[in-house]
């Protein structure tokens, strides 16, 4: 509860609207998938720009999956908690990936971004977003 309040501050959300209208200018149609989504907030403004966009979450902590259900109510999404490493979803099967602040927390970076390219489709892109300069 307390991370789903931190992340309503106002430059947070204001984060979340920035990088959903990146994405949307950029992903049009198809499967999008927020991986570390958290409580979900970044899943909601994207649909709120594109409501066409199929969206799936992951994030490797039970507590968020169920925070983002909570946040995602009415909203259809696919939220699934797993580890970047090992995501369980079929190659080819993404039209965009994205991962929003969590990217410094993966305990192997490289397997992450392996499986990332096994799960997109070709062509098609991830989009990573940190602010740590790690």
């Given at each position: 509860?307390?991370?789903?309040?931190?992340?309503?501050?106002?430059?947070?959300?204001?984060?979340?609207?920035?990088?959903?209208?990146?994405?949307?200018?950029?992903?049009?149609?198809?499967?999008?998938?927020?991986?570390?989504?958290?409580?979900?907030?970044?899943?909601?403004?994207?649909?709120?720009?594109?409501?066409?966009l199929?969206?799936?979450?992951?994030?490797?902590?039970?507590?968020?999956?169920?925070?983002?259900?909570?946040?995602?109510?009415?909203?259809?999404?696919?939220?699934?908690?797993?580890?970047?490493c090992?995501?369980?979803?079929?190659?080819?099967?993404?039209?965009?990936?994205?991962?929003?602040?969590?990217?410094?927390?993966?305990?192997?970076?490289?397997q992450?971004?392996?499986?990332?390219?096994?799960?997109?489709?070709?062509?098609?892109?991830a989009?990573?977003?940190?602010?740590?300069?790690?």
């Open positions: 509860g307390l991370y789903s309040r931190l992340t309503r501050t106002r430059s947070l959300q204001q984060q979340y609207q920035e990088i959903a209208a990146c994405l949307t200018s950029q992903v049009h149609s198809g499967r999008l998938l927020d991986i570390g989504t958290g409580p979900g907030w970044l899943l909601l403004e994207v649909h709120k720009l594109n409501p066409g199929q969206l799936y979450g992951l994030d490797i902590s039970q507590a968020m999956i169920g925070l983002a259900q909570q946040n995602l109510a009415g909203v259809t999404t696919d939220l699934k908690m797993a580890n970047v090992a995501t369980g979803y079929e190659g080819d099967f993404f039209d965009a990936v994205v991962c929003t602040g969590s990217f410094y927390l993966w305990d192997r970076p490289e992450g971004l392996e499986e990332i390219h096994r799960i997109l489709k070709p062509g098609c892109s989009h990573l977003f940190e602010t740590n300069r790690d």
